[in-house]
């Protein structure tokens, strides 16, 4: 049964669910209702009609105390306005990811270097390939590797700046200086640092087949060696 609370010394009646709303709890019966009329904005009307019910009728020699109904409409306020500023921020992502996609059609036919090992030679030509360094190394070193694993040769570099470190136009020969037969090789990178080994990222030269929409609406680029990257670990554009 609902139950009734005056507001003032005019005795206007005021309902439970009412109050409930108000001070955030809910009877047993309600628990499972709907949560329609709970929003931010719902419960600031609440609060608004409650607080201008208790000032028409409040006893002019004995005020009510409506302080705390002022902080709790202000806490409201505070919610509304982060709830307002979450779909803004929304929106915003939703225009920076369409605006990330436009750039991305721009990429295609282009060559870009991304996250790969792959190595292709065609006519005596090799393409192009490089490194990504996270800090300065005092040498580095690049070793090409043929489809069975063996090493054909180690292309030294020396000192490099942390970036990427682009390499074209190497003719692809053995250590030997005889040319390599045409197919598909694969490169590792290492670095020295302090005077230790570390591993380095290699890149890939590809074509950009398409844009792809990646997990979370992120644009990715399909290249032609058939792999997909997120747009934003392409390293150079050739």
Known sequence: ??????????????????????????????????????????????FLTLLVTQLKNQDPTNPADSSQMTSQLAQINTVSGIGQLNTSLSSLATQLSAGQSTQAALLIGSNVLAPGNALTVSSGASSSFGVQLAKDVSDLQIVVKDKSGNIVNTLDLGAQGAGVVPVSGWTPVDSKGAKLADGSYTITAQGTINGQQATAATLSASQVQSVVQMSGGAPGLKLANGSTVALTSVASIL
């Open 1 to 46: 049964m609902t139950t009734n609370t005056t507001i003032g010394s005019n005795g206007t009646p005021v309902s439970q669910t009412l109050l409930d709303t108000m001070n955030g709890a809910s009877s047993a019966s309600s628990s499972t209702s709907s949560t329609s009329g709970t929003s931010a904005s719902d419960l600031q009307n609440t």
